[in-house]
């Protein structure tokens, strides 16, 4: 008898920071092929980069995601600072953190409340949502507009910050500036317990996937702005050394480049990483929350997901409170290089998303002759269509509305962009003659 295959194609995936399209083949109930395809046209930044000054990198690579400006910001700053030698006192640090936090909290919070809360309750959008749900929707956007008022106070800006550069910031605030924060970040927190609390209670599907978790970790803190880059693989290397490990890849159907691990295969990074490699770095209130939402390490179903970014939300808002009652002043607000000189440099931090690596090469003057970055996003691809391939079973079983859904659901489960995250348009199911 002959295999049955059928097809499950979305024709155009809306506004995933460009265009896209999803394609599933099933041959007797099982994924034989899963494409992710991206066809944007390719941005250039790292082209246009090439002949400019190492001060201009952050606000130009800021410009990559309205969403996570701080993420390249940071690794682009670490970058320049690794290059020439600069290091920056613990003030400096923990002001660089904050400004992270706050990007975590409204990265997460838009994420969570608005785009993949409507997938585990049955409604098409948030709006819908919120007719049944108000009160924990504008919960949500509540928790968000806490970490937008870090961004503004120290970034100078919700969208794209202005306020930072290579050493630092060009100002520092005041402490009596991050102290009027302090009632709304207490009240988020807040929120985003009780907000943990209910979504542990809805329905969650069922997968368990044989990840590689990768992500950076810290010796003292969960990592978010520095760290070593480790594997639950057994890797454990400085980030400079990630081109060696790790390597970009063309597929004909998709202009996003896509990785592996050497000598390996797929690999994820993101919250689901971070919580499975540094569980015991969160506070400790922060372990006891989710250990009562019933998450426990290890946690490989990637629908979990939903809840790990809620621990995290709920660590930052911890932090940026403890950040700001410790707060002194920097003696400067950055540091300046003693000198500008030729090199490379490297930098990665923990984005929302996942690791965000960069890569750059100077020349005497400081202008870049060579840049590198590799989001996220690329990074978890092909872990996304593994994903899709291990529901397969369960999606070719399902009506297409149905199946439609869970597909949706499983690619936002990574949050690949914010547009990504929006919507799929047109699913097509062909069946062959049997």
């Not at 041959?27 to 002949?51: M, T």
């Not at 550069?165 to 991050?178: E, Q, T």
């Amino acid at each position: 008898m002959s295999a049955e295959t059928r097809t499950i194609a979305v024709d155009y995936l809306a506004r995933v920071e460009g265009e896209g399209s999803l394609t599933l083949v099933l041959e007797d109930g099982r994924a034989k092929e899963a494409r992710l395809s991206i066809f944007e046209p390719p941005r250039f930044f790292e082209a246009f980069l090439r002949g400019r000054g190492y001060a201009e990198a952050p606000d130009i690579t800021s410009r990559i995601c309205g969403i996570c400006p701080v993420a390249y910001i940071t690794s682009a700053c670490r970058a320049m600072e690794d290059a020439l030698g600069i290091e920056l006192g613990p003030e400096l640090r923990a002001l660089r953190r904050l400004l992270y936090c706050g990007e975590w909290i409204e990265s997460h919070a838009l994420h969570v409340f608005l785009l993949h809360a409507p997938d585990f309750l049955g409604y098409p959008d948030a709006i819908a949502m919120a007719r049944d749900h108000r009160d924990w929707v504008a919960k949500g956007l509540a928790i968000k507009k806490a970490g937008n008022a870090i961004v503004a106070l120290l970034g100078g800006r919700e969208i794209h910050p202005v306020n930072t550069r290579v050493g630092g910031f060009y100002s520092a605030p005041s402490r009596a500036d991050l102290e009027c924060l302090l009632p709304e970040l207490r009240a988020g927190r807040e929120r985003a317990r009780a907000c943990l609390s209910w979504m542990a209670t809805l329905p969650c599907p069922e997968l368990e996937r044989p990840y590689e978790f990768v992500a950076l970790r810290s010796d003292d803190v969960y990592a978010i702005a520095e760290g070593r880059l480790v594997s639950s693989g057994g890797l454990d290397i400085e980030v400079r050394d990630y081109d060696a490990h790790f390597v970009e890849e063309h597929v004909s159907w998709s202009t996003a480049l896509r990785s592996r691990i050497h000598g390996s295969g797929s690999y994820l990074c993101g919250p689901l990483a971070r919580f499975n490699l540094s569980f015991d770095r969160l506070l400790p209130e922060v372990q006891d929350a989710a250990r009562a939402a019933g998450l426990a390490v290890p946690c490989r179903n990637p629908f979990r997901s939903l809840l790990v970014r809620l621990v995290e939300i709920l660590q930052v808002f911890e932090e940026s409170i403890r950040i700001i009652e410790a707060y002194a002043p920097p003696l400067a607000p950055f540091v300046a290089p003693r000198a500008v000189r030729a090199g490379k440099g490297y930098g990665g931090s923990e984005a929302p998303r996942g690791f965000l690596y960069h890569r750059y090469t100077l020349d005497a003057e400081g202008t870049i002759l060579d840049a590198k970055i590799v989001p996220p996003t690329s990074q978890n691809q092909l872990s996304i269509e593994e994903d899709l391939c291990a529901l397969s079973p369960s999606l070719a079983s399902l009506p297409l509305r149905e199946a439609t859904a869970r597909a949706e659901q499983a690619v936002r489960n990574h949050d690949p962009c914010i547009s990504c995250a929006t919507h799929f348009l047109t699913l097509r199911v062909e069946e062959a003659p049997r």
